[in-house]
Structure formats: C-alpha cells, structure tokens
C-alpha cells in the first residue's frame, strides 16, 4: 500500500503501534501456552449509548479497513519493541510476519446502532485478532461519537447546510478524522484542507476578524476581500457594529454580495436584524450563515430564523457533550483448541462488578413494523429466524485478511441518512431520552 | 528535518494542510490588497477556564515548535489547492517558498494559566503569522484539555503513580498527544506503544478479560502469564470470581506476586477485601491496580483504599468534561502600513456581542505574596513595573524562524509539578469554583 493509499498529509508507516502494550504481552504468553492459534471472535458493541441519546451512528469503519489493512511491524518498530523489553525474541519474530489473516464483519458505515449492537466482528487466530484491539476501538469510538452528534445537528438543521469548521479545537489529526465523520452525519462540508485533501470533502472559508482588524477600515478590508474573492463572497460582519457593517457590506460588493457571516452575539435577533436590513438595501438573495458556539440545540432554537447556513465547530468536535461512543472490544467465543477444526466455545466477563457482556458469536437484524419502520434491534446467537433473513445488518469487510468492502464516502453519508429515516420519528426529537428502539436478544 | 525528528510512526510530510480553509483566502485577499506584509501580533489566550476549574496547563508547546518549522507547502499540496481553486496563483507562488521567519514568545510548556493569560505570542508579517492561527489552535487546546485533567488526577493520586491508557477511547494519533501530555501532568507511565516509541513515555500493561477467557481456566491463564512474564507480573482477578482469583493468583504467582488489577465493581470495597485477602496469604507486597471508569473524583476517593496505582482512560483523553481548552489566535496589533519600520497599532474586536479582547502586545508576570505563593497573574502592554521584572512569564521559543528552545519532556513534567506547587493551596481542591488567583490588568 502506498503512501497515496493511506493519505497525505499523514503517512503512516505502520499503524501497528496504535496498541496498547498489554496486547504484546498477552500474545507472548499465549505464544508460550500453545493458546495463541485457537480460533476467536472478538466483538465490537457499546452497552449503552451516551445518556439521553436515542441511537448511535458507525463511522470510522473505512478508516478500520485501512488501519488493518496496514498493520505492520517493520524493523523500526521491532527495534523499538526489543529495545524497551516489551516481548521476547520468539514475539518479535512472530510479529514480524504479521499480516492479518482473518475475517471481518460489520455494520456497513452509516449505519445507525444501539445497546448491544454487535457493530463489528472480528474472527482468526487469537493472536492476529487481539493485536487489532487498541487501533480499531480508538478509530470506531471517536468517529462514532463524532458522526452521532453530526447527526443530530444535521436532522435540526433540516435542509439548511452545515458548515464543519472544527479543527482548531481538536488534535489536529482527529480534526481530519472529524470531519470524514461530520460528513458522513449529514455535513455538507469543511473548513479543513487536510479533510479536503484526504477524503475529497469540499472545503470552504472567507476571512476571519483578523483581516478586519489587519485594515485602517472594515471598508478596505471588505473591498480588499471583494475586489479579490468576488461579490459571491461571504463578509464577516460583526467586528465592530453589524449594522453598520451590513451597510459598508452592500455598498462594497453591491446587492449581489453572496452573504455575511455573523459570528457573536444573540443570533436569533441579530439574524432577523440583518435580514431586514439586507432586503430593505436589495441585498435579497444575500445570504445569512451564522457561526458562534452552536450545537444542535442551539440549531434548532434558530430554525424560525432566517439563517441561511451553519458553521459548527466545538460541540461538532467533541461530540455535543459525549466525545467518545464507549465501544469494547470483546472475546466472545473461541475454540476450545488449536485444531483449527475445534469447535467455538461462547465466553462472557462473569464477575458481579458489572460489565458483563454476553457469549457467542452474534448475528443482528432489524425487524420493522407494518409501516416499514423500525421497531426492534434483534440480536442472536444461534439460527437466524426466517423473517428476519432479509433484514440481516452485518457485511463482509474483509474475507481472509483481504478487504473486501471499500467504498466512496458519499455512499456512506447516503446510508446513515436513509438509515436514520428509516427509524421512528422520535429518533431526531432532541430532548433526552431512551434508545428510540429496544434491543431484543433472541 | 527527518522522519525521525518529526517522529514515527507517523511521518507529516507537511503540516501546512492542518489549515482552516479561510487562512489561505485572507492570505490571499491581503496580498492582493498589499497589506499582507504588514508586521503583526497574534496572541493565544483563553477568555476563560472551563467551568469551576481552578487553572490551565499549558501543553503542546513543543509539538507546535515542530508544527511551525515543518509548515510547508510542497509539490503536493500546492497542487491540490490548485486543482481545488482554493487559492489564485500569485498566491500559490507566495505559499511556494513558505517559511516562517518571525519569532514566538509564549509560556513555558507545563507552566500554569489563567484567563487572559498571553500563552503564546507570534510576531511576523500579517501573511505569515495568520496561516499557522489553525495548527497552534488544534495542538494547544487538545494537548492542554489533557494536561489539565491530568494535573487534577496526579493531584488527587498523591504519591502513588498513574498509569494512562485511554488511546482506545479516543483517535489514534490524539491518543499519541494525550499520553504525552498526561505525562505533563504527572501520570507515570502509559499504555500506548506510539507514545512509548515516540515521546519515549514509559509503557506498561500486562493483560486483559480476553487473555483468561481464551483459556480454560482461570488458573490456565494465571499460569501461561506468570510463566512467561513472571511472578512479577500483574494478574487481572476480576473475569469470574474476585476472592477466588487471588487466591489462584498468589497459588500459582506465589506471595511476590507483582500486583492483582481490579477492572470493575465496588472499587473502594473490593480494594479492601483484596488487600486483607493478600495480606492473609501472605502476599503482603503484592500491589493492587486500579482501572476502572476512574477520573479525578474517583480517584481521590480511594484514597484512604489501599490501592498502590491507578489506570485512567476515558476520562483521561476527554479532558475530564472539557476536551478542548477553548483558546483563541487573536490579532492584537499590527503595523500602520507595510512598511518594517511603521508603528504597531493595537487592534481588538469591538462588536457587542461578546467574543471582545484587549488590543495590544502583552508581558505576563506572576505575582506572589509574601510567602512566596502566587497572588496574581498580572497582564500589561505598556511598562513592566520594576517588582515584576523578574516574574515575567513569557519566553523565547522561535527567533526569526529557529526553533530555540526546544526541550526535554522530564523539564516540562518537573515545571508543571513546580508551577501547581507555587499556587495557594486551594489550587489543588477538586470542587468547582473560580481561577484560583485573579488576573489583573495594568
């Protein structure tokens, strides 16, 4: 895989180092007992969602194709290993061939999920699969809880277009990861150029208080942006006084100006403010993006407003109150020897102390009502019930270590918001409350 | 600079396209207009601490050094904002031959902040100081989100060590900055390979729930661990039955058992019953870990449990409630034309929306009472009054462009613990309330 593959701006040599160290020791002592080739399952699921939220959204499974397909100890990173005494001399040389060998299943990217949900499914040798913990959850768990909160602000901004302008108040790595999420919940595009350039999303962006204040007036500054960028620009406004500067605005770039960005402020007041303004100077078709703090409620409060665009950024990138979905990364069955023929053996966590889970490799299907919408999250391990054969929600992903499942992010972003229809209405209420559909194990 | 400087396992071969969109566009707009050599300051500052937090930690300071000197806009890169019509091509040719030649002044990193606190100060040209506003911002607000939760757990931990092991619960390559900025805040070690081999953060980890369910039994696991990392090892005891696993533990360990991890439950009780457990078996040195769902709070719980070390993730790299730092790249002054020898002109925001700051370049000192114990961050832009000279907080970090004050992660470690000691006491209390100095202006 070349460096195209996996994307500039960032070439991972290796994602092989995403790993918690106890993954290693844990293959070395399983190498040691002859326990490491029993054939596993391991599982991904979340037991609950983040409080009050009704269902979740899978993002990031592109990116875990990737992070598998690429997972690698090169000579460096052995070095490293055997520098710091992580594992011994035989676990190194067992590393040094790793290639993942074994099959995944999952969710299709988009999907929406709920408690229990068994989002991704990951089988081969116990060796080759439990390395893949660390890097799988760390992709599955900030992209889900990212694309859950696009989501939501995109199903309250209805038909207007969400602007994602995150990037400074995150790593700066997540911020890309970020805004593949925020596109695939419903965002129509991004402030961030290295998001533009990795994963083809559009980007887009005008001029900030800075270059106001750069200029001896807010009327050279906007006819510096005009005369530069044309009259289809978007003038921020609020640096000194909105009316005022709404005015210079019109008188600049003509009634033609593409729209004004109001950044501070009570939005609500300020937005119908501007918009009687821009009429009355014939500014018509001028529109209005708004920009300051937002969230989905704060979407949402500004529905009856004549607010043309959103620009979300904080709450977008921390996932509006939850910025991690809690997924794990479990054993739920594997063979009771290295016979690759042995049979699978359920295992579950059985101490009282909680986070108990359950046994078996799963199947899940969602069951819908008379109206096509859905009514169930139903989970299983043993035969698949006639009448939920064709509602079956796992796809192949990778079949014998080779993916097998890419596909362009577009169709994801259709996916989630076709899934997200398909749920009872009550899903896009934003009031808190349980999941908008229970899980049923059968 | 190499790979190696920039550190694996993730090569950046620029970090120019961690860069909002509207950067290159007023880059653009300025050039166009001749302003975008007028000599500028931008400060970074955050109006306020998260809500009830008593101080900031300043993180990331030395990966944006590393940012700012691998800014570069190569074949690639150029070739995209083209492709994409981001920019025109004078300005494509002014991004061509890119460097940053100015110079930053900032805190210390591990240094302490409060609101208003000028953390980082970057002087140069207008063109060249407002293209880095996106990266300084992603890098400062994540890395110091962690430090200050860090700083609240290794305050609550007292002596006993904090092991990091959140990179599942967040993006891969966060989970790299967040190991090394926990480390700034005072946790030990770290679960993350990455940051093992990047930061050179020393890495830890034994087992998990999978590693004895892969095998028959308990006392199978326990036996294949110990006999491959040795009785020094630490056994997770909470998969079946906590009371029976010790027992199996010390029997197959014997009493030098290194420690017993407990993953779940009643932390403070079954810490308890463990350690009478192991004392009666004469494990009396055997150690017990801690790990499940901790932050600051659960942690100062147990301290009158006898837990020997702590592991925190989710809360960790979520910044304990506040995942970003909310600090902004302001310009506060800039020239009177573009000539290098005009007048600065201090600018500031003025809508009255909120969002306002103060204009001008600013010192920062700390101000301590008789005791030696700071009383006040003092923030000025003219004169520094002659008893601050010495209290000045700011230092030189880039000089025309050069890196000059690059540093190990132990000086900055040992300067956060001396900065936290050096504010009155009530500093260190967990329960929401104010900055714990105020800020003056003179």
Redesign the interface.
Known sequence: MGVADLG???????????????????L???L??G?AE?R?V?EVFTRRLPEGRRYGVVAGTGRVLD?VENFRFDT??LG??RE?G?V?EPTLEWLASYRFGGDVWGYPEGEVYFPGSPILRVEGS?AEC?LL???I???L??DSAIAAAASRMSSAAGDRPLIE?G???????????AARAAYVGGFATT????A??RYNIP?????????T????TER?AF???V???GQGTTLLV?????AEAVRTAVEVAGPKLGAVR?????LLL?AHRVRQQLDELGATETRIVVT?DLDEYAIASLRAAPVDAYGVG?QL??GSGH??A?MV???VA?A?SADPQAPLVP?????????TSVGGRKWAARRLDEYGVAEAEVIGTGKVPQELTDRLLQVELIKGGQVVAREPLDVVRDRHAAARAGLPLSATQLSRGEAVIPTEYV
């Not at 990037?167 to 890309?176: I, Y």
């Not at 980007?203 to 270059?211: E, I, K, M, N, P």
């Not at 295992?347 to 986070?355: D, L, M, P, T």
Request: aromatic share 8%; net charge negative; charged share 20%.
């Open positions: 500039l701006p960032v070439d991972v040599p290796s994602t092989a180092l995403f790993t918690d160290h106890y993954e290693l020791t844990m070395q002592a399983a040691a007992a326990t029993r596993s391991f992070a460096d990173v490293f290993l710091r992580v011994n116990f439990v913990e660390t890097v959850l760390s992709i768990n900030h302008m990037a400074r108040r995150t790593h700066e790595l997540a911020a890309v990861a402030s961030d150029l290295a533009g350039f980007t887009v962006g005008t001029s900030a208080h800075a270059f204040l750069l200029h001896d050279d006819q510096a942006q005369s530069v960028l609020d640096t000194y006084d909105v109001i950044d501070s402020g009570d300020v300051s904080t990138v921390t910025p991690t809690s990364y479990k054993l594997r009771e295992v579950a966590k059985k101490s009282s102390g909680g986070k």
